[in-house]
C-alpha cells in the first residue's frame, strides 16, 4: 500500500541526521497521499539507521493504523491535525534542530534580514504561542500561527515545517535551519537589518516564479 509514498517519506526520514536536523532518534516527517487521505509516518523511537520503508507507518486521518506492526511517531496526532484543516499540505517535517530552536526557546519569530528569508518563505519564520502536549494542543497553536511561510517555529519546543510533499516539507526544514544559523551569528555581531517588505515581495516573486526549471 502507497509504496511510493513510504518510498519517499522513509527518504526524507533518513535525510534528518544526514542533515543535522535531529538527533538519537527524536524528529519525523510524514506524507499524505490526497487520494485516499492515508498518511505515512515513521515508528516511533526507531533508529533511523536502522528503518526501512516497510517499517513506515499507515494511517487513516483519524490515526487508525491500517498498515503497519509498529507503532507510529508520537506527534502522529500533530500531523493529522494539520492535514485535516489544510488540504494543500501532504507534507510535514517536525525537528528540534538547533539554531531554529534557540528561536523558539525565546519565543522569536526569525526576522526576515536575508534574501533567502524573503525567497523561501516570503517574510519573517513565525513562532507560536506554547503548546502542551495534551490533545490538539500543538496542531491549533501551529494553524494559529502558519502565515506564508511553509515551517513555524513551537514556542518552547522545535520546528515544523510543510509543503506539498514531504521532499518540499524536508527542504523547508533545511532551510529554516540554515537561515535561523546566519541569523544567529549576525545577531552576535551587532543588529541586523531587516528586509523591507517591497524587497521582500521582489525576491519572492522571483524564487517562485522563475527560479529553477519549470
Same mark, same amino acid.
Given at each position: 500500500?502507497?509504496?511510493?509514498?513510504?518510498?519517499? $517519506?522513509?527518504?526524507?526520514?533518513?535525510?534528518?541526521?544526514?542533515?543535522?536536523?535531529?538527533?538519537?532518534?527524536?524528529?519525523?516527517?510524514?506524507?499524505? *497521499?490526497?487520494?485516499?487521505?492515508?498518511?505515512?509516518?515513521?515508528?516511533?523511537?526507531?533508529? =533511523?539507521?536502522?528503518?526501512?520503508?516497510? *517499517?513506515?507507518? +499507515?494511517?487513516?486521518?483519524?490515526?487508525?493504523? +491500517?498498515?503497519?506492526?509498529?507503532?507510529?511517531?508520537? *506527534?502522529?496526532?500533530?500531523?493529522?491535525? @494539520?492535514?485535516?484543516?489544510?488540504?494543500?499540505?501532504?507534507?510535514?517535517?517536525?525537528?528540534?534542530?538547533?539554531?531554529?530552536?534557540?528561536?523558539?526557546?525565546?519565543?522569536?519569530?526569525?526576522?526576515?534580514?536575508?534574501?533567502? @528569508?524573503? *525567497?523561501?518563505?516570503?517574510?519573517?519564520?513565525?513562532?507560536?504561542?506554547?503548546?502542551?502536549?495534551?490533545?490538539?494542543? @500543538?496542531?491549533?497553536?501551529?494553524?494559529?500561527?502558519?502565515?506564508?511561510?511553509?515551517?513555524?517555529?513551537?514556542?518552547?519546543?522545535? $520546528? =515544523?515545517? =510543510?509543503?506539498?510533499?514531504?521532499?518540499?516539507?524536508?527542504?523547508?526544514? $533545511?532551510?529554516?535551519?540554515?537561515?535561523?544559523?546566519? $541569523?544567529?551569528?549576525?545577531?552576535?555581531?551587532?543588529?541586523?537589518?531587516?528586509?523591507?517588505?517591497?524587497? @521582500?515581495?521582489?525576491?519572492?516573486?522571483?524564487?517562485?516564479?522563475?527560479?529553477?526549471?519549470?
Amino acid at each position: 500500500m502507497l509504496e511510493e509514498l513510504k518510498q519517499e $517519506v522513509w527518504e526524507m526520514n533518513s535525510e534528518l541526521p544526514k542533515q543535522g536536523l535531529v538527533t538519537m532518534t527524536s524528529g519525523n516527517v510524514s506524507g499524505r *497521499d490526497p487520494e485516499t487521505g492515508y498518511v505515512v509516518i515513521k515508528p516511533s523511537g526507531m533508529s =533511523f539507521e536502522e528503518m526501512r520503508p516497510a *517499517d513506515m507507518i +499507515v494511517t487513516d486521518s483519524q490515526g487508525n493504523v +491500517v498498515e503497519g506492526d509498529l507503532k507510529p511517531s508520537v *506527534d502522529l496526532g500533530n500531523h493529522l491535525y @494539520i492535514y485535516r484543516h489544510r488540504s494543500d499540505i501532504n507534507g510535514i517535517v517536525h525537528t528540534h534542530s538547533n539554531y531554529a530552536t534557540s528561536f523558539a526557546v525565546l519565543g522569536q519569530p526569525i526576522p526576515s534580514d536575508l534574501t533567502a @528569508i524573503a *525567497d523561501e518563505f516570503g517574510g519573517e519564520i513565525p513562532c507560536s504561542d506554547y503548546a502542551d502536549n495534551q490533545g490538539d494542543n @500543538i496542531g491549533r497553536a501551529i494553524l494559529t500561527a502558519i502565515t506564508k511561510a511553509p515551517a513555524v517555529l513551537l514556542r518552547n519546543h522545535g $520546528v =515544523f515545517a =510543510f509543503g506539498p510533499s514531504p521532499a518540499a516539507a524536508l527542504k523547508a526544514a $533545511v532551510m529554516v535551519e540554515d537561515v535561523a544559523k546566519t $541569523v544567529h551569528l549576525a545577531l552576535l555581531r551587532g543588529t541586523p537589518k531587516e528586509l523591507p517588505p517591497e524587497e @521582500i515581495g521582489k525576491w519572492w516573486d522571483r524564487y517562485h516564479h522563475r527560479y529553477g526549471q519549470r
